[in-house]
């Protein structure tokens, strides 16, 4: 079993940025792909970005892609999303997800083996 924890959320003007932690507070992340996905109000819960267990290959949605990165320290059995130039449409609710592996994350019949509890992140204009 694995407990997963976010913390940085706030709030932040256009433009700024901000870092997201994921820390497994039970278990380890070592051999588990991770991700961060974001809920805004009225929308379905969408990827953001995945990163690979072995060869941290990472993945990103079109709509972060140059502007967010993740990365992972499996020593600190935690993962990050360092969020830069943000936009008022990153306005949601961040939460980090666990599968066994990439696939599974960003496959059709995507199957999240553990959630966190989320953290908000707003942007204002």
């Known amino acids: 079993q694995v407990q997963l924890a976010e913390s940085g959320g706030g709030f932040v003007e256009a433009g700024g940025s901000l870092k997201l932690s994921c820390r497994a507070s039970?278990?380890?992340?070592?051999?588990?792909?991770m991700a961060w996905f974001r809920q805004a109000p009225g929308k379905e819960r969408a990827l953001v970005a995945a990163?690979?267990?072995?060869?941290?290959?990472?993945v990103y949605a079109r709509s972060v892609d140059g502007r967010f990165i993740i990365s992972r320290d499996d020593a600190k059995n935690t993962v990050f999303l360092e969020m830069n130039s943000l936009k008022p449409v990153d306005t949601a609710v961040y939460f980090c997800?666990?599968?066994?592996?990439?696939?599974?994350?960003?496959?059709?019949?995507?199957?999240?083996?553990?959630w966190g509890q989320g953290t908000q992140v707003t942007v204002s204009s």
């Open positions: 997800a666990a599968a066994l592996t990439l696939d599974q994350i960003m496959g059709a019949n995507r199957r999240i083996n553990y």
């Open positions: 990163i690979n267990d072995q060869n941290f290959k990472t």
């Open positions: 039970e278990g380890t992340l070592v051999n588990l792909a």
